[in-house]
């Protein structure tokens, strides 16, 4: 990311108020991956089912077509995809959590 700068051009752009968009699924399955290990290590399978449901949940909110613009864009094949076809940042976190909290409810 640090060669990139789009997570620093998007919290500048957080900072002025504005909306943004940064694809936070990489990062999740960078800990989700963390977390699995870690349950290997510790016997606690919990951790690992969590881990794996968090990982589907991802997957599977962006099919239900929910997702940041950096994915839309490639969906849509268009440097500026429809607007109603991606969402700002913390919708997204938002409709991951609610797709999380009603899988671990099951």
């Known amino acids: 990311e640090a060669a990139q700068g789009t997570v620093t051009r998007h ?3 957080h900072q002025k108020g504005k909306p943004t968009s940064t694809n936070p699924i990489a990062s ?5 991956r963390g977390l699995a290990h870690r349950a ?3 016997g606690t399978p919990d951790v ?3 881990a794996t449901t968090l990982e589907e949940v ?3 909110t962006v099919e239900t077509g929910k997702m940041t613009k950096d994915l839309a864009r490639s969906l849509h094949s ?4 429809p607007k109603d076809s991606w969402l700002p940042t913390e919708p997204f976190l938002d409709a ?5 909290k009603v899988r671990l409810q099951r």
């Open 11 to 13: 919290y500048r752009e």
């Open 28 to 32: 999740i399955f960078a800990w989700t």
């Open 40 to 42: 290997k290590l510790d």
């Open 48 to 50: 690992a089912t969590f």
């Open 58 to 60: 991802c997957v599977a």
């Open 78 to 81: 268009e440097l500026e995809p």
């Open 96 to 100: 991951l959590a609610a797709n999380l």
